[in-house]
């Protein structure tokens, strides 16, 4: 969260066509300290509150870029954001297609994501295949901090909308941050550890999961590339292909629902170009296909765990 | 009528006919097949948006809707831009990509028009709150129909804007149909000015089809909002003459004789009466040299108009772009009446 702050602090400071709408963004500093210290700092036209009407700053944002500004809107959970859909697919991506190219739409929209805290269904959304089926926007799905900060930093110089999701539960991960002037282009996966016997895809919280899966599975003499797509909109599948012919094994980690969702999309691309090197089916794990239940037990049953990672990594390896 | 009077008349009047003339030829392009998809013409309505871009420069911006052929025109986008995109063509205004409802160009302040009802109102904020960000002293204004104030844009648009005290101005065309469905039945309160004060503005009524009072209630609003005195919600009452959209059967909802009605207060005829009432305005020859403007008395025929009837030759998108004519050439420079108004 600090990177990101330290991002926008500093894009702020850079640009002054920045501005930052959202719920408890101002005198507050954000629900998850998103905006700490800017409301002193760049004042109540820049850092500004907004009353709970996500439509309508969503829509209000879309007029303010194509006036010439740069809105950020911070909508705190996905899920309240989901009330503006309609500004976004209809007015936030099209905008620049229908105008030639004559206006411009640097919109980011950011708010978290991810089943954690016995939130309940309201939430705990992850909806980055859905605003990623969208032509016109960009998604970007960061696993840690320094990939939060350059993502941030690159969306927020860009000219195109971005919607830019953090997991709540890695709010307050810490991990190390490079000094200095330098963003992450969108569109290009990490690869965080080389393997050589299967490739697992995995986005947000799930590459942290994914991480204690291969250490525990490197005891066992399996080694496992895992790769962050980073941003899903667009999405670096060259990464992936480039692995599986390594590895001839693929599975595709994801907290968001499976239909029509990120593995069916990389498995698809998957299968289209690079068939020929697989020694097994694809194989997908995401969260349950339901609505997301208050109750801890419940709760932990429908997303995936570093267990569960590690099971499914067991059973492809077996086919 | 005195000469500035008259004056400022006779260049409303202008904005008005441009209108008129380019909508009805619009909708034979689209009897004739020329024209696809679907064309909502402004045929009626004229006196809102000529009186409220007349008070506008060419900095300020509108949002507008569906029906936005009037908005383009008024607030300056050329003749031939706006048929060569109802024509699917790439030197359209939006490069043949929106048609009749996406039309855009930012190069004169329009915005953009939109399919969807409601989205303008809070872009119109948006536009604003830039504005006020830079504190450039420009103006934006969103038109929109009584249907989009049932709308939950118009209800969270509007209350932002006054709690921002936003340089904007709201323009509700009430013509008192939401695509064939009746305000009177739809509206809780249907006295569209009056939801003003539900979010602290002021809210103001006129009679859309009279010109002069939409240019003078336009008046006030833009001098508020460029002040910094806010927004202002100005309900111009008014009526449109065709289908909702051409080719829409238009007796199944409402009666011949209300039309009829309608059409006897037409605001360009109803302005030419005042126009003429003390004779022939001493300044027209002056006025008419000055701006260029029809050569004939604006009563001439709409029949002798001569109107696109060969579509442009298409074109690459890529050569095009950009290069759009900024005046109007052949077949409609010969319409004298379908030229830009003059800027004020």
């Not at chain 1, 998850?32 to 850092?47: H, M, V």
């Not at chain 1, 999405?235 to 292909?241: E, S």
């Not at chain 2, 249907?147 to 921002?164: C, R, T, Y």
Request: hydrophobic share 40%.
């Amino acid at each position: 969260m600090q990177a990101t702050l330290e991002a926008l602090t500093e894009e702020m400071a850079r640009d002054p066509a920045i501005f930052v709408l959202g719920e408890g963004i101002g005198k507050r500093g954000g629900n998850f300290r998103t905006t700490a210290g800017l409301y002193e700092r760049y004042g109540p036209l820049r850092l500004c509150d907004t009353p709970i009407c996500e439509r309508g700053f969503v829509g209000l944002a879309c007029g303010a870029a194509m006036a010439g500004a740069r809105p950020v809107v911070d909508f705190m959970f996905v899920d309240f954001v989901l009330d503006a859909l309609g500004e976004i697919f209809n007015q936030i991506a099209k905008v620049q297609y229908m105008s030639g190219g004559r206006l411009r739409m640097p919109v980011l929209l950011r708010g978290c994501i991810g089943v954690g805290h016995s939130a309940a269904t309201h939430h705990s959304g992850s909806y980055h295949p859905l605003f990623a089926h969208i032509p016109g926007l960009r998604v970007a799905v960061p696993s840690n901090p320094a990939d939060a900060k350059g993502l941030l930093r690159h969306a927020l110089r860009g000219h195109d909308p971005v919607v830019f999701l953090e997991h709540r539960e890695l709010l307050g991960v810490k991990g190390p941050v490079p000094e200095g002037d330098w963003e992450i282009p969108f569109g290009r996966a990490a690869v965080v550890r080389p393997g050589k016997d299967v490739t697992v895809v995995a986005l947000s919280l799930m590459v942290r999961h994914a991480l204690a899966a291969c250490a525990a599975l490197e005891k066992e003499g399996i080694s496992v590339e895992l790769i962050d797509p980073r941003t899903v909109a667009p999405l670096d599948v060259d990464t992936v292909l480039a692995s599986v012919r390594k590895t001839g094994r693929l599975l595709i980690v994801d907290e968001a629902f499976g239909p029509f969702g990120l593995g069916s999309e990389i498995a698809a691309q998957v299968a289209e170009r690079g068939l020929d090197q697989l020694d097994a089916p694809i194989r997908r794990l995401h969260g349950a296909h339901a609505p997301t239940p208050y109750s801890p037990p419940l709760e932990a049953a429908v997303a995936p765990t570093a267990k569960t990672v590690e099971r499914a990594i067991r059973d492809l390896l077996e086919d | 009528m005195n000469g500035r009077d008259s004056s400022r008349a006779l260049d409303l009047y202008r904005r008005m006919l441009l209108i008129r003339r380019c909508e009805e030829q619009l909708a034979r392009g689209h009897q004739r097949g020329l024209i696809h998809g679907a064309c909502h013409t402004y045929v009626g309505q004229e006196a809102v948006a000529a009186g409220v871009c007349a008070q506008l420069g060419a900095e300020d911006v509108v949002f507008s809707t569906h029906r936005g052929h009037g908005h383009a025109l008024a607030k300056g986008v050329p003749p031939r831009e706006l048929f060569a995109e109802l024509l699917g063509r790439a030197t359209g205004c939006s490069r043949g990509r929106g048609g009749s409802m996406h039309l855009f160009a930012p190069e004169v302040g329009l915005m953009g028009t939109s399919g969807i009802v409601g989205p303008c109102i809070l872009q119109a904020a948006g536009a604003a709150y830039t504005f006020k960000l830079r504190a450039d002293g420009r103006v934006a204004v969103a038109f929109f129909g009584d249907g989009a104030v049932n709308n939950g844009a118009f209800h969270e648009g509007l209350n932002m804007a006054s709690i921002w005290k936003l340089p904007v101005v709201f323009v509700c065309e009430n013509n008192q149909f939401a695509t064939e469905v009746p305000f009177s039945y739809s509206a809780g309160n249907p006295d569209v000015a009056s939801r003003g004060a539900a979010y602290g503005l002021p809210g103001v009524a006129v009679d859309g089809n009279d010109v002069l009072a939409v240019d003078v209630a336009a008046e006030e609003a833009v001098r508020r909002a460029r002040e910094g005195g806010g927004p202002t919600l100005l309900e111009c009452r008014t009526y449109r003459t065709r289908p909702h959209s051409e080719g829409m059967p238009d007796f199944t909802y409402r009666t011949r004789e209300e039309v009829e009605e309608w059409k006897a207060r037409c605001p360009l005829a109803r302005l030419r009466v005042k126009l003429l009432e003390g004779g022939t305005p001493r300044n027209w020859r002056r006025s008419r040299r000055k701006s260029r403007g029809p050569s004939r008395t604006p009563r001439s025929s709409p029949r002798k108009v001569p109107g696109p009837t060969r579509p442009p030759r298409p074109r690459t998108s890529t050569r095009s772009r950009g290069s759009c004519p900024r005046r109007p050439s052949a077949p409609l420079a010969r319409s004298r009446s379908c030229r830009p108004p003059s800027r004020r």
